[in-house]
């Protein structure tokens, strides 16, 4: 059973930059696409970004590309979201997530979740 935690999230001012990390255990990590997710106030959870197995392949949502990176380092266990120019409408708790196949960009393609991170970006 892979465990995911998430940290770096926290307050951040617009236009400044934010990482996210998020460390796996239990689980082979090499072999799980991993993807980043958040949910804002009585708003859905929505896919931000996803990252395949080996780091190559990647994803991000329209309103992300060009601020935030999604990326992954396989000896350490731990992907990364890094957040260049934040909006205040960025603010949300986001979520790491583990897939067993492909690299999806729903939620229903995720098998194990983090716990959740808020991150609050201030104007």
């Known amino acids: 059973q892979v465990q995911l935690i998430e940290s770096g999230g926290g307050l951040v001012q617009a236009g400044g930059s934010l990482r996210l990390s998020c460390a796996a255990s239990?689980?082979?990590?090499?072999?799980?696409?991993m993807g980043w997710f958040r949910q804002a106030p009585g708003k859905e959870r929505e896919c931000v970004a996803a990252i395949g197995r080996g780091g190559g392949s990647t994803y991000s949502a329209d309103s992300m590309k060009g601020r935030f990176t999604i990326s992954r380092d396989n000896a350490k266990n731990t992907e990364y979201l890094q957040m260049n120019n934040p909006h205040p409408q960025d603010t949300a708790v986001y979520y790491c997530?583990?897939?067993?196949?492909?690299?999806?960009?729903?939620?229903?393609?995720?098998?194990?979740w983090g716990q959740g991170n808020h991150v609050t970006v201030s104007s």
């Open positions: 997530a583990a897939a067993k196949t492909g690299i999806p960009t729903t939620l229903r393609g995720y098998e194990h």
């Open positions: 239990g689980g082979t990590f090499s072999s799980y696409a």
